[in-house]
């Protein structure tokens, strides 16, 4: 059972970058794929990006290509989400997940772990 903890949320200006992090323990998570996701007051659980076992393939949803980007270190059994030019639509509590699929998953129930999330706030 793989244990993830998403850190590196906070409160930032508009325009500003956060970098997330997400450590896995208790297993290797070299051979899954892995998501972000967020939620915001109020709303679903929507899927951010992704990015598949290797880190060669990657894909964000339209609202934050170009400015957020994944990657991973296997070596360090982490995930990364950085995020630059925030805006306060970006406001929300960000999830990192894993799966075992060989693509690159894009919805909740294709992911079998996840973090507890880490908050992320954007003043305007």
């Known amino acids: 059972q793989v244990q993830l903890v998403e850190s590196g949320g906070g409160l930032v200006q508009a325009g500003g970058s956060l970098r997330l992090s997400c450590a896995a323990s208790?297993?290797?998570?070299?051979?899954?794929?892995m998501g972000w996701f967020r939620q915001a007051p109020g709303k679903e659980r929507e899927f951010v990006a992704a990015?598949?076992?290797?880190?060669?393939?990657?894909y964000y949803t339209d609202s934050v290509k170009g400015r957020f980007t994944i990657s991973r270190d296997n070596a360090k059994n982490t995930v990364y989400l950085r995020m630059n030019s925030l805006k306060p639509e970006d406001t929300a509590v960000y999830y990192c997940?894993?799966?075992?699929?060989?693509?690159?998953?894009?919805?909740?129930?294709?992911?079998?772990?996840w973090g507890q999330g880490t908050q992320v706030t954007v003043s305007s």
């Open positions: 990015i598949s076992w290797s880190g060669s393939n990657t």
């Open positions: 208790g297993r290797t998570i070299s051979g899954d794929a």
């Open positions: 997940a894993s799966s075992s699929s060989t693509s690159l998953p894009r919805t909740r129930n294709e992911y079998g772990a």
